[in-house]
């Protein structure tokens, strides 16, 4: 089974709300990911968590604060964020990291709008 | 860091038409994925491939790591084709997956 889960598919917050976006995986894998999708551009790389530590922050404001309490689970709290901020999450996972190159796979992507 | 070049950036065909959509890197890569991005968003995996050929059904995949770049073949094209199809690769050390800007892919019946 190569399925990432995300929920929820869809949200709507406002610039004031808090909330979560949950992502998981039961492949067994070490490494996951946080990507941001904009409309008709690439995936960019949000952060990477390796053996449930955070390897990788690709200098990302901190009303994003992502959180992984398992090694089949990462989480993305979101609070205070601004219009711009809306686009498509997606969230992946690879077997490892550690100086090794592994296939990565996404799950289906939550859309987000800030109101 | 590592550039990806992806082309053509657009591309429309008839039901039926092959294509051949082309992905060239700037480094060394330990890494290269081909994916297709539905309407819905979810991207999904075509090929895992950093060496070598490829094939699954009607897609197969090239890549000449020496020359740094990468073929992906759609023969016989159905219009669940349409999508966006992105290349993405990572160098060495584990690094992270630096996608191109991906090829627009229309196909009318």
């Known amino acids: 089974d190569t399925e990432v889960t995300q929920t929820p598919k869809h949200l709507v917050m406002g610039m004031t709300n808090k909330k979560s976006l949950k992502c998981e995986q039961h492949?067994?894998?070490?490494?996951m990911y946080w990507y941001k999708q904009k409309a008709k551009k690439p995936p960019e790389l949000m952060f990477v968590?390796?053996?449930?530590?955070?390897?990788i922050n690709e200098s990302v404001p901190s009303r994003f604060s992502p959180e992984c309490p398992n090694s089949s689970l990462l989480n993305l709290h979101l609070h205070a964020l601004q219009p711009e901020d809306s686009a498509l999450y997606l969230c992946?996972?690879?077997?490892?990291?550690?100086?090794?190159?592994?296939?990565?796979?996404f799950g289906p992507g939550t859309r987000l709008t800030v109101t | 860091g590592i550039q990806v070049e992806q082309s053509p950036p657009d591309l429309i065909l008839q039901e039926g038409a092959n294509s051949t959509l082309r992905c060239n890197f700037s480094?060394?890569?330990?890494?290269l994925q081909w994916f297709h991005q539905n309407p819905w968003g979810q991207l999904i995996n075509l090929f895992y491939?950093?060496?070598g050929t490829k094939q699954n059904g009607r897609l197969s995949a090239t890549t000449v790591a020496t020359e740094r770049y990468s073929l992906l073949y759609i023969s016989s094209s159905q219009t669940t084709d349409s999508g966006v199809y992105f290349c993405?690769?990572?160098?060495?050390?584990?690094?992270?997956?630096?996608f191109g800007e991906g090829t627009q892919l229309t196909v009318n019946p």
């Open positions: 968590y390796s053996y449930e530590k955070l390897s």
């Open positions: 492949m067994g894998h070490r490494a």
């Open positions: 993405a690769v990572e160098r060495a050390s584990g690094s992270r997956l630096t």
């Open positions: 491939i950093p060496s």
């Open positions: 480094d060394s890569v330990n890494n």
């Open positions: 992946a996972s690879s077997q490892g990291l550690l100086g090794t190159s592994y296939e990565q796979y």
